[in-house]
């Protein structure tokens, strides 16, 4: 009861939210267990495209109200409700209708270029000789958001508002393409199979559209209950539990305190530089005649990591640091997943995470050898900890603690506005 209060208080969530009067004709869907997370209940999220030309704002939203129509992909049209056991359900309309469309959308037009408006033109940029660090300011929210927009879980329940809001904003030369939505319905793999689908319809390809294999059936339901898998989680031991589990939310709740404002920058790092780091790192492993495989992630995330370990903590510190990493379930449990990506779609959060740990005072070494001793130990963790078994593991932990895996180790925000991507560069 303790840790639900101490949630609760961390979290913003209420015990008797608002609610929508729902209606009778609707579909009724199950919201499932990871997707239904305290952590992603109070996470939406806005995902920004500029694309260097000008584009029909209309065909943009009428394509994706046609994805949305198609069988199984009905369910991203739905309206989010919670029952009486205080769990999220979705409510997808009968039919889509002006009163209750598939999205809602918002078109907004600049007769100017992209360059010659005073917010706009301070959108990050690429900067393809040189690494940049860029700022990413609240008010680009005012492009990617539009007015009404539900901003929290409490503004969908109350409200009528589909999941998915549609935000154009036309330039004379350029248009920025907003997507927002509620993350319990959508991780970013799922994002990237309803953009597939949405650029085949606007090619005139529908017929090509994978089905939505996720729709009224949760694949990951038996994750954690499947008998053939009974091996434990390699940092089982590990977890937190007793006393502890009652000292980590409060410390968590102090660092909320403490770290109030968060200062947040784009880094920017160009293929050549990040080609650079991960030769260095494979050097410092010595040449061999199979050098080991690490990726340019990893190469970039030991990067970061020792950056951030040398300002937070002194040398020969005796602490642990924790690198946390998410990976993708699907195409790694077939026992879950059977259906191969090409074939359909599992339209849901099917993420969980990876943790590496390591010594402060490796990481605050600065040695030659540094950076490739971290990325490598990453690799290791990630061959380790993605195997079928131990996402079974890990999901049996999780459903015992009755408490998703990232509620104590991500901060919460209620709005994260990405503009990471670039189109139509020549």
């Known amino acids: 009861m303790a840790l639900q209060a101490i949630r609760r208080a961390v979290l913003g969530q209420t015990r008797q939210p608002p609610n929508y009067p729902t209606n009778p004709t609707d579909t009724v869907l199950p919201v499932y267990y990871f997707d239904d997370t305290p952590l992603l209940r109070n996470c939406v999220e806005c ?3 500029r694309i260097n030309d000008p584009l029909d704002a209309e065909m943009l939203r009428e394509s994706l109200s046609r994805v949305i129509a198609r069988p199984g992909w009905r369910k991203l049209g739905g309206r989010i409700r919670m029952n009486s056991k205080e769990k999220l359900e979705i409510h997808v309309p009968e039919t889509f209708t002006s009163e209750r469309p598939a999205l809602g959308f918002h078109h907004d037009t600049f007769d100017v270029s992209i360059d010659a408006h005073p917010l706009a033109s301070k959108f990050p940029h690429p900067t393809p000789d040189r690494p940049s660090i860029q700022d990413s300011r609240s008010d680009f929210t005012a492009l990617g958001v539009p007015p009404g927009t539900p901003l929290s879980l409490n503004d969908y329940l109350k409200s009528d508002y589909p999941q998915l809001t549609l935000h154009v904003v036309s330039f004379t030369d350029a248009t920025l393409v907003s997507l927002c939505w509620p993350h319990i319905t959508v991780d970013a793999t799922s994002l990237r199979d309803l953009g597939i689908a949405w650029s085949l319809v606007l090619a005139g390809r529908e017929s090509e559209v994978l089905p939505m294999l996720s729709a009224g059936e949760d694949p990951m339901a038996h994750a954690g209950d499947n008998p053939a898998f009974t091996k434990p989680y390699a940092l089982e031991k590990q977890q937190v539990k ?16 403490r770290w109030r404002t ?13 080609e650079q780091l991960r030769n260095q790192a494979l050097d410092s492993l010595g040449k061999t005649s199979s050098p080991p ?11 970061l990591s020792i950056v951030v370990a040398s300002a937070l903590f002194p040398q020969g510190s005796r602490r ?3 690198i946390g990493n998410a990976y993708d379930l699907r ?3 077939p026992s879950l997943f059977p259906i191969e990506s090409g074939k359909g779609a599992y339209v849901q959060n099917a993420v969980l995470p990876c943790w590496t740990i390591v010594p402060a005072k490796s990481m605050h070494n600065r040695g030659d050898s540094t950076l490739g001793t971290i990325a490598l130990a990453l690799r290791n963790s990630l061959k ?30 209620q709005l994260d506005l990405h503009l990471l991507y670039q189109l139509g560069q020549s």
């Not at 007793?242 to 305190?257: E, I, T």
């Open 242 to 257: 007793g006393r502890r589990m009652y000292l980590f939310p409060l410390f968590y709740v102090l660092d909320l305190l």
């Open 47 to 49: 995902w920004t495209l």
């Open 262 to 274: 968060l200062e947040s920058k784009i880094l920017f790092l160009p293929r050549k530089n990040v």
């Open 384 to 413: 380790e900890q993605t195997t079928e078994a131990s996402i079974h593991a890990l999901a049996r932990l999780t459903r015992v603690a009755g408490l998703c895996w990232s509620t104590a180790t991500v901060r919460q925000r």
């Open 320 to 322: 642990p640091f924790t």
């Open 293 to 303: 495989f690490i990726s340019e992630g990893d190469v970039i995330v030991a990067w």
């Open 331 to 333: 195409g790694r449990a």
